[in-house]
């Protein structure tokens, strides 16, 4: 995938020593990356939307932390449970899921 439609980031908490600790990695965001594959999959759209898991955002009280680009709407407290609803709303019909936007 060259140039994806949306781009997905998850904050997992991630250090540069790649050990994962931490605010979002404590509250399940591991989980949130494994489900927004498997949601994207399950829907066909591997091949348009990227995945990635990161570092600190820096805004921990308000994790875990989704920002999805294009668009570069930040998502907070999100959970596995948020995952269809965040694919579903945001990246097939365009519409931010305001509930969870930071």
């Known amino acids: 995938m060259v ?3 949306h781009h997905i980031f998850v ?3 991630c250090r540069l020593n790649g050990k994962q600790q931490g605010f979002c990695y404590s509250k399940n965001s591991v ?3 494994e489900t ?3 949601e994207l999959d399950s829907r066909d759209l ?3 939307v990227m995945v990635n898991n990161t570092g600190c ?3 921990c009280s308000q994790g875990p932390i989704v920002v999805v ?3 570069g709407v930040w998502y ?3 959970t596995a449970d948020d995952v269809e609803e965040i694919v579903e709303s945001h990246i097939e019909n365009g519409e931010v899921v305001k509930r969870l936007q930071i």
Do not use: A, Q
Request: net charge negative; with cysteine.
């Open 3 to 5: 140039n994806p439609k």
């Open 11 to 13: 904050c997992t908490s």
């Open 31 to 33: 989980e949130i990356v």
């Open 36 to 38: 927004f594959m498997e």
């Open 46 to 48: 591997s091949s348009e």
């Open 57 to 59: 955002f820096g805004i």
């Open 69 to 71: 680009y294009p668009e």
């Open 76 to 78: 907070g407290n999100v």
